[in-house]
């Protein structure tokens, strides 16, 4: 019914950049409010930022801060994350989440969004 697939993720170096793409199939993308999260060998899942289904407010984890910009395409159906400034501690599998704006009361909670994305592996060497 609603599809998402994460794409971009790889192996670089610390201080490398990278791009992550979402794309939205199944729903009215523009309805939807965006996040991405990610998880760490033997970590629980962790927020790493949100954009609103307008696009207009982004929220951002505080390590990841400065460093990750979320835009989304609506015209596309794509969301992204761009991840510049890469370290080892980035290194994760990075899952995009959705969930209609309206549903949403904090989010950072993964509980907030009901669909995921498989995941894309981003590995960050030192």
């Known amino acids: 019914q609603v599809r998402l697939e994460e794409s971009g993720g790889g192996l670089v170096q610390a201080g490398d950049s990278l791009k992550l793409s979402c794309v939205v199939s199944?729903?009215?993308?523009?309805?939807?409010?965006m996040a991405w999260f990610r998880q760490a060998p033997g970590k629980e899942r962790e927020y790493v930022g949100a954009i609103s289904w307008s696009g207009t407010n982004t929220f951002y984890a505080d390590s990841v801060r400065g460093r990750f910009t979320i835009s989304r395409d609506n015209a596309e159906n794509t969301v992204h994350l761009q991840m510049n400034s890469l370290n080892t501690e980035d290194t994760a599998v990075y899952y995009c989440?959705?969930?209609?704006?309206?549903?949403?009361?904090?989010?950072?909670?993964?509980?907030?969004?009901?669909?995921w994305g498989q995941g894309t592996q981003v590995t960050v060497s030192s």
């Open positions: 989440a959705a969930e209609p704006e309206t549903a949403v009361r904090y989010y950072a909670d993964a509980e907030e969004y009901e669909y």
């Open positions: 199944g729903r009215t993308f523009s309805t939807l409010a």
